[in-house]
């Protein structure tokens, strides 16, 4: 009786506070596919979806909302919020839209840039995760929590950009991977600064393109697409987002792949090692998190794929390194202390494991690839020198 007692109590105390915990899925309403990268938030929780549409909101509100540019925004009760929530795609079709509509739209939008993104010194918190494979197989996880000072959101012709425009607080950091391959390779990951000098600038050089338009959100937004018309060694597509009342640029996408069909792209060189980018893809996302603040940057992913050889081409291993940045609480005035060289492989930094802080952590949560991966580096891992935190 007493047990059953307890339970009753528990029940309505949950129901007295209204908290809802929810573990869930966002999947494309026309594919069935998971959908990364969807915001899902509360006035007092947010989160992203991981790459398999997998997402946890801890939050006492009465509803939950699913966000993603390019998809019907859509509110649920949080009391009946579905398992898997389906978001539809907005955009359609015009034709008919030639190349000078976007020289006029692209000098608005510079014209517009003091009004809508931030051109001096601010602060706010970052969550980066890192992740390495080889020919497929996750090889390195790297976690990072922390606050971050820039000296500007994005870089104009007139702005220099160089290594001391970034201030790194690590607050919490995991980290497990190989050092080594079996072909002796260690692969260097990239500075904090250059991470954050990829999401800077937001420009394309490698012309000529041809160009697309496509509206949606009733024509509040636009997304031009843009295409390389020499393909020979490289190939560029991508596109962004324009609001059309305020001319802000929302979102970026670049991927830059070569033609594998024309064997000349050389390779370069590092001692022994001979080594070629196949693709680099670079994705930003920016929002207001208010109507009388700038636009900042919400979230972003940069991948790359590169191709690792010797001299005498004895073997061939391709490594695919992906970089998510999520912002959040920008333009805050937090005590700061910098403890992180931003000109460092982030890989060798450090900073102790907290099993507190990561049990809890729901920003962005591991895939069930990575859940195995952390087992199989601590039991499993005996013939690669493995370099963790944990």
Not at 144 to 169: F, M, P, V
Not at 314 to 322: M, V
Not at 350 to 374: A, G, H, S, V
């Amino acid at each position: 009786m007493k047990i059953r007692l307890t339970i009753i109590c528990i029940l309505a105390i949950c129901s007295l506070f209204g908290q809802t915990q929810k573990l869930g899925l966002v999947f494309d309403q026309t594919n069935k596919k998971p959908i990364e990268f969807v915001a899902v938030y509360t006035n007092d929780d947010h989160t992203l979806t991981n790459s398999e549409g997998k997402y946890f909101v801890n939050t006492f509100a009465d509803s939950i909302t699913f966000s993603l540019i390019g998809y019907e925004k859509i509110q649920h009760s949080a009391a009946q919020i579905p398992d898997t929530v389906y978001l539809k795609s907005k955009t359609f079709e015009l034709e008919g839209v030639t190349v000078s509509n976007l020289k006029t739209l692209w000098q608005k939008m510079k014209d517009s840039l003091f009004q809508n993104y931030r051109f001096e010194p601010y602060q706010e918190e970052f969550f980066l995760r890192s992740t390495l494979k080889q020919d497929g197989t996750l090889v390195r996880l790297q976690d990072i929590a922390g606050n971050l000072k820039r000296k500007t959101l994005l870089y104009t012709g007139n702005l220099e950009h160089t290594n001391k425009d970034y201030e790194i607080q690590i607050n919490q950091m995991r980290k497990v991977g190989i050092v080594k391959d079996t072909h002796n390779i260690y692969f260097k990951f990239p500075t904090f600064f250059g991470i954050l000098s990829t999401f800077a600038r937001l420009n394309v050089s490698q012309g000529p393109f041809n160009f697309k338009a496509i509206p949606f959100e009733n024509g509040a937004k636009i997304r031009y697409e843009f295409e390389s018309q020499n393909k020979d060694t490289l190939v560029v597509n991508g596109y962004y987002i324009f609001n059309m009342d305020n001319h802000a640029m929302e979102k970026f996408v670049l991927d830059q792949k070569i033609n594998l069909a024309n064997n000349r792209v050389p390779f370069a060189q590092h001692k022994w090692l001979r080594y070629r980018t196949q693709e680099h893809y670079v994705e930003v996302i920016f929002s207001k998190k208010s109507n009388n603040k700038p636009y900042s940057i919400d979230r972003a992913k940069f991948r790359q794929v590169v191709l690792c050889t010797d001299e005498e081409r004895t073997f061939e291993t391709n490594y695919e390194s992906e970089f998510i940045l999520t912002n959040h609480n920008p333009f805050n005035s937090l005590p700061f202390k910098k403890n992180a060289n931003a000109t460092k492989d982030i890989f060798k930094l450090k900073k102790p494991y907290d099993p507190n802080f990561w049990n809890k952590q729901r920003t962005l949560l591991l895939t069930t690839e990575m859940e195995n991966f952390i087992i199989k580096m601590g039991n499993e891992a005996k013939e690669f020198k493995v370099k963790s935190n944990f």
